[in-house]
């Protein structure tokens, strides 16, 4: 028989009014599931995310059932019936735990899923983990209650148990031993082993955890073998300590060597298996010093497994995580690059950003040039396209820089501070809100360079082109509809910007996306290894091509992407009849440029300043936009919820009442955190 022992531990909480339970057969498994049916309806808030209704209601049940005998031994034999007419070994090897069918199948599968649910067995143990949490969205009051509030019912319940039931012990070892064989299997994946540096020392724990698990199989019936059993339980436990070791390694290195949606995949489901055979084993092992805290733990994952098993959107943000944090990663490196300190790193900030004006006014006279021609709207978007990237990768490789692009960039690197991963003891959130003041002056000081360029040069070149030509590039209801084009409340320019502020974000995204694998992959190894490259090029000529390419790859796509985001969206525009487009800051105050000399200055103070209103309006959006986004991520990648730092508005707040210069320019004195005080 199954023997349930509880620790007595006292609640003492109000006391609602008492209720007797009725007492339930034994091998009553319908009556017993339908009591624990009832029993969760009890603690269930009216709104899910109600967490203090919900808690107040539980702390109300564990005190009746510490008063009500009755009750409590009801509840106790509608589980102990449910445990006997079910199959534990699914709900402890499968649920929770990434599929074995890869990304791919896995994601078809939930889609399926999604349209005919699958059919549940209902001898399975998850069948009852369904009835009785059968709303979708009770995982959340679940994981909302006090955690040290479900250790506490699940010890007065007497989940600290002596097991002597057969049937159960059986059912556990079964599951321990499925376990140990895939984890065997994914510890000597490919994504894993070429990472090693040592790969024998590596994968040796994943093959002696199984060899132990098999030993603990084949002695565990043998009359007189209780010390023996003892050792191995303890030994495969150490050994699967060994195992998270070594995928640790992996992870800290993931910076070095990169990471691929394929390997992240792996580490998910192994990470979930040695998880699951760490909590059998501590029921296992015996030596009444259960883990509850796991065991709640393992009980949320459960819970929120069932709920949420069809869920494309829970099954793509777990499978991602990882990769986005390694793209992310490489974008907080670059956005180093974007964050000054001194007054000499500003003023470098200032002439690079003004170098990148210089070609974007080049590149808004030839997209104007380009828009003269009668073609195909494809064909005058991929002209657009090619425009915009040539003249990106052209800022990109002379040094300059593009006040937009920063933005995703920098947010990286300011999600990088809350790293937990980097920081045990917590963010800095003093020093945090000093960075966040320089990146706002930086921003601020490549917007100026660029503007500051773009407008005058511009103009300049608007005219030259007359006097060579005479023509104008714009001219009459063309230069009118020009200005408008840039006005917040006669165009949709505003809605447009948003449009532009997530395609940088997206082609920033996508240049994180390729650092990340041209490390992984080792591209610049592989290359150095083609005998075509080697007999083509000098070695001086080799190593230049290989260095461009280690460290520029991410940057030469993102800003070809770029460059055909923003070509192709008109065209996509006209081609499906809807208002899709772009407005791009240092693009909307060159056509500014362009229009006011077309129209020989007959433009009146009010509507110059009205158009200015509405570039501003658009530069602001486009930071805005990408910024949030690359942030969002950024941090949604490393597992941080803002919401646990809610001190640091205040701290951003109180620094910018002090020192509010301090996020439009530099000072000699370079600003401790203490001061913040």
């Not at 009890?42 to 209601?57: D, G, V």
């Not at 069809?310 to 180093?336: M, V």
């Not at 081609?575 to 909307?588: A, E, M, N, Q, V």
Request: net charge positive; charged share 20%; hydrophobic share 40%.
């Amino acid at each position: 028989m199954l023997r349930i022992t509880r620790k007595k531990k006292e609640v003492s909480h109000t006391s609602p009014a008492r209720q007797q339970a009725p007492v339930l057969p034994l091998h009553s498994g319908s009556r017993s599931l339908f009591f624990l049916v009832e029993f969760i309806k009890k603690i269930r808030p009216s709104h899910p995310r109600n967490f203090e209704q919900a808690e107040l209601r539980f702390k109300a049940v564990l005190y009746q059932l510490t008063q009500d005998k009755s009750m409590l031994f009801s509840l106790r034999k509608s589980l102990l019936s449910q445990f006997l007419h079910s199959n534990i070994v699914i709900a402890l090897s499968e649920s929770g735990i990434v599929s074995s069918r890869g990304f791919v199948q896995e994601l078809m599968g939930k889609l399926k899923h999604k349209l005919i649910p699958e059919l549940q067995n209902p001898d399975n143990f998850l069948y009852v983990i369904n009835k009785v949490f059968y709303k979708q969205r009770d995982h959340i009051w679940v994981s909302g209650i006090d955690k040290n509030l479900w250790a506490q019912f699940f010890e007065v319940l007497g989940i600290q148990v002596n097991l002597t039931e057969s049937q159960l012990i059986g059912q556990l070892q079964q599951a321990l031993q499925i376990l140990s064989h895939r984890v065997t299997t994914l510890g000597l994946e490919k994504e894993l082993t070429q990472r090693y540096e040592n790969v024998e020392g590596a994968i040796y724990p994943f093959y002696e955890q199984n060899r132990l698990v098999t030993e603990y199989i084949t002695v565990k019936n043998i009359a007189g073998q209780e010390e023996q059993i003892k050792s191995l339980l303890t030994n495969i436990t150490e050994t699967l300590y060994n195992c998270n070791q070594s995928i640790q390694w992996i992870k800290e290195h993931r910076r070095v060597s990169g990471t691929s949606l394929a390997q992240t995949y792996v580490l998910s489901r192994l990470q979930q298996q040695l998880e699951r055979m760490f909590i059998i084993l501590d029921v296992l092992d015996s030596n009444n010093q259960f883990n509850t805290e796991r065991f709640v733990d393992y009980f949320h994952v459960v819970v929120k497994n069932e709920n949420r098993k069809n869920s494309i959107k829970e099954f793509l943000s777990e499978n991602t995580g990882y990769l986005a944090y390694q793209i992310t990663e490489h974008g907080s490196r670059t956005g180093e690059r974007y964050i000054t300190s001194s007054k000499k790193e500003f003023w470098r900030m200032f002439r690079s950003a003004a170098g990148g004006g210089v070609i974007i006014s080049f590149i808004a006279i030839i997209k104007n040039l380009l828009g003269k021609m009668k073609l195909a709207p494809f064909w005058q978007g991929f002209l657009y396209s090619s425009n915009y990237s040539l003249g990106f990768i052209l800022i990109q490789d002379t040094g300059s820089t593009l006040a937009t692009k920063q933005p995703a960039y920098t947010a990286s690197n300011l999600a990088s501070s809350f790293d937990s991963k980097k920081h045990r003891e917590g963010p800095d959130l003093r020093n945090l809100a000093i960075t966040i003041a320089k990146v706002s002056r930086t921003q601020l000081a490549s917007f100026a360079g660029n503007l500051l360029v773009v407008f005058p040069l511009t103009y300049l070149l608007a005219v030259l082109f007359f006097q060579m030509t005479g023509l104008k590039l714009a001219e009459d209801a063309a230069a009118r509809q020009m200005l408008k084009d840039q006005q917040p409340f006669h165009s949709l320019a505003w809605v447009y910007a948003c449009f532009t502020g997530f395609f940088l974000f997206l082609s920033g995204l996508i240049a994180g996306y390729v650092e990340n694998h041209v490390v992984y992959g080792r591209i610049p190894e592989r290359i150095k290894q083609l005998s075509s490259f080697r007999n083509a090029f000098g070695e001086k000529r080799q190593y230049k091509i290989v260095h461009y390419i280690e460290n520029n790859l991410g940057a030469l796509v993102g800003n070809i992407a770029l460059g055909f985001f923003l070509g192709m969206a008109g065209f996509l525009g006209k081609t499906f009849g809807i208002p899709f487009d772009i407005r791009h800051i240092t693009i909307s105050a060159a056509n500014t440029a362009i229009a006011f000399f077309g129209l020989d200055h007959s433009v009146s103070a009010g509507q110059m300043a009205y158009t200015l209103l509405g570039v501003f309006g658009i530069g602001f959006l486009n930071f805005a936009v990408s910024f949030g986004l690359a942030f969002y991520l950024a941090v949604k990648s490393r597992g941080v919820r803002l919401r646990n730092y809610p001190e640091l508005l205040g701290i951003i707040y109180r620094y910018l009442r002090r020192f509010p210069s301090d996020f439009i320019r530099p000072h000699t004195h370079m600003r401790r955190p203490e001061e913040l005080q």
